[in-house]
Structure formats: structure tokens, C-alpha cells
């Protein structure tokens, strides 16, 4: 089953202390092991380095650690979704007819490449903030 990976559950996933940590681990194991088909957007590449690098965990994760554990848990792994100027421009467009700001825009973006790529299921440990910004994609949104 074709499955797009929130940076939720890859943070929760691969940090052992955060209290989601067992549910999204679960999952990036049947993904990284072929059971399910792997989708990550490349957005959350960068969200995904961006949180790891700067997490208040002790110890800390370096700037080299989090590359090394971006790279060999989701970018050496998963199929990465790229989004196309086109993808941006409909997006914004999405958003103001939505009436949502702000940040929920990076939350319609990995919405967009779930949708783009037919994911057939988005997992996320935030579901309102994809239902807002993804209504019609409600059925597909799932919690680990």
C-alpha cells in the first residue's frame, strides 16, 4: 500500500524518547523492510534535518548525526515526491480558497505530494492540520 510518511512520525520514529516514538517506529520499520510502499515528500527531507538538528534531546543530535540518520532512514529508502513550481503555485491557490495561513502551508505542500503521488494512505500524528488543509483526502489521513 502506497504510503507518504509525515514528518511526524519520521521524527517520532527514529527519536526513542518522544512518546509516539513505538507506534511511528513500527511503521518505518514496514516501510524500510518493503511490506508497505515507502513516500516521503522532499519537503520533509529538510523538515526532517531541521528538527533532528535542533531537538532539545541529550544528548544532542549533531548536524552530522542528523544528515547520517536523514539519509540512511528515509532518503536512501523511501521513494522521495517532488513537488513542481505548478504543484506550489495550485497550492497557494488552495490555501486562500481554504482561507488558511501561515504555516498550514507546509502541511497542504506534503498533502499535495501525497495526492500527486496517489498516495493511497497519509500517515501523520497530526491529522486535523491535514483534514484542514486536505478535506478531501480525509479517508486516507491515518495515525500510526
Known amino acids: 500500500m502506497k504510503t507518504l510518511f509525515d514528518t511526524s512520525v519520521l521524527v517520532a520514529g527514529l527519536v526513542g524518547s518522544l512518546p509516539a516514538h ?7 520499520q514496514r516501510a524500510k523492510t518493503g511490506e508497505l510502499e515507502f513516500l516521503v515528500a522532499t519537503h520533509s527531507l529538510a523538515e526532517l534535518y531541521s528538527v533532528l538538528s535542533t531537538l532539545p534531546a541529550r544528548p544532542r543530535i549533531s548536524p552530522a548525526d542528523a544528515q547520517r540518520l536523514v539519509h540512511e532512514n528515509v532518503g536512501s529508502t523511501a ?12 497550492t497557494l491557490v488552495r490555501m486562500a480558497e481554504l482561507g488558511l495561513s501561515g504555516g498550514a502551508v507546509y502541511d497542504a505542500l506534503i498533502a499535495r505530494a501525497a495526492e500527486k503521488s496517489g498516495a493511497e494512505r497519509l500517515l501523520t500524528l497530526n491529522p486535523d492540520d491535514f483534514r484542514r488543509v486536505w478535506p478531501e483526502g480525509k479517508s486516507r489521513i491515518h495515525v500510526p
Open 79 to 90: 521513494s522521495l515526491i517532488s513537488l513542481s513550481a505548478a504543484d506550489y503555485r495550485s
Open 22 to 28: 513505538e507506534r511511528a517506529f513500527t511503521w518505518l
